[in-house]
């Protein structure tokens, strides 16, 4: 519109000019209208590059807003994914039972690392090695680490405090168990001819009468969490206190009382099991290793999540 009102201008210039028959006039008129139409057509071609270059540099940055936009997304979107791998998922707490009657469940929320509640205990976790009397590693005990109820835990801490008053600190060789890896153990059991290790562990009992002597059984204390089998270390020394037997003996030589050892081996094992009763413990006497939370909280259930940090996470 503004060129057409500057065009018109100048005709009307051009007319006037005309009408007075000044021949130099009419030239002069002839080069300002010259002059004018080319201000015209300049200002005209310089507002169209301007209108031109203003519409693509707002489409440039209308398209490359769009592409931020999406490469936000796209960033957003991966990092969702990324924590999503990351992340552990626990599975969701169910319960079952058995076919023979027992409350199972995966529930781990009640459980912690002993290494956590404990920092001064040794782990020893025989059932993560083939150092046991099964000779391999053992169906759930995927981390060498040790769990217990926070009940069982929270005296076990109590144990370790009065011990080192003492010299020496605990050293755990199992704590709870997975109902898989005491299926293993029945597995393993009825396999008669599997003894490839029975000069270790069971020399004293013939194989055929692990179950009805109590050694294997198809649930185990330790799978409800608030049971854990160990002995002592002298702190002064680095080294397990001797107590006249090996962890996993099955024969006379684990029973607590037992006394055909000397009289040193003997208290070292009354040490320990004082600690333990003091604490809220109670033993058995076939094992002098093995103790259980007299309130244990879960004494109907038995849980099946894997021996591992994750499943306390």
């Known amino acids: 519109m503004k ?36 201000e015209v057509t300049t ?33 957003s979107t991966d990092a969702e994914e990324d924590k999503s791998v990351s992340e552990p998922v626990r ?11 027992y409350r199972l469940s995966n529930d781990s929320s009640d459980f912690v690392l002993i290494s956590d509640a404990v920092p001064d205990a040794v782990l020893e976790i025989r059932y993560y090695t083939d150092y046991n009397f099964v000779g391999e590693q053992i169906d759930g005990y995927e981390e060498p680490v ?21 010299g020496y600190c605990i050293k755990i060789y199992d704590a709870y168990r997975p109902q898989m890896a005491v299926d293993n153990f029945v597995e393993w059991a009825e ?21 009805s002597q109590g050694y294997i059984a198809k649930h185990s204390g330790h799978s409800r969490g608030s049971t854990v089998d160990l002995t002592i270390v002298d702190m002064s020394t680095g080294k397990d206190v001797d ?7 099955f024969g006379q030589l684990s029973h607590s009382d037992y006394t055909g050892i000397t009289e040193e081996q003997y208290a070292n094992r009354m040490i ?35 021996v591992s940090s994750k499943s306390v996470e």
């Open 243 to 249: 107590m006249g037997g090996t962890f996993d003996y």
């Open 91 to 101: 599975e969701e707490p169910t319960t079952a039972i058995s076919s023979d009657g």
């Open 43 to 75: 200002e005209a071609t310089t507002e169209a590059i301007t209108e031109a270059t203003t519409e693509v540099a707002t489409e440039a940055t209308t398209e490359k807003s769009k592409d931020d936009s999406k490469d936000k997304k796209n960033t």
């Open 191 to 211: 396999d008669i001819d599997d003894t490839k290790i029975k000069d270790y562990f069971y020399p004293e009992v013939d194989k055929t009468n692990l179950f």
């Open 272 to 306: 320990l099991r004082n600690a333990m009763t003091n604490h809220g413990f109670k033993a058995i006497t076939t094992e002098w290793w093995h103790f259980s939370l007299i309130n244990e909280p879960y004494p109907d259930t038995y849980f099946t999540f894997p």
């Open 3 to 38: 060129s057409i009102k500057l065009l018109s201008i100048t005709l009307s210039l051009l007319i006037c000019l005309t009408a007075c028959g000044s021949k130099e006039s009419s030239t002069e008129a002839e080069m300002t209208t010259t002059e004018v139409t080319t």
């Open 146 to 166: 040790a769990l217990l109820t926070t009940e069982a835990a929270t005296q076990l801490k109590a144990v370790n405090d009065e011990l080192e008053e003492q």
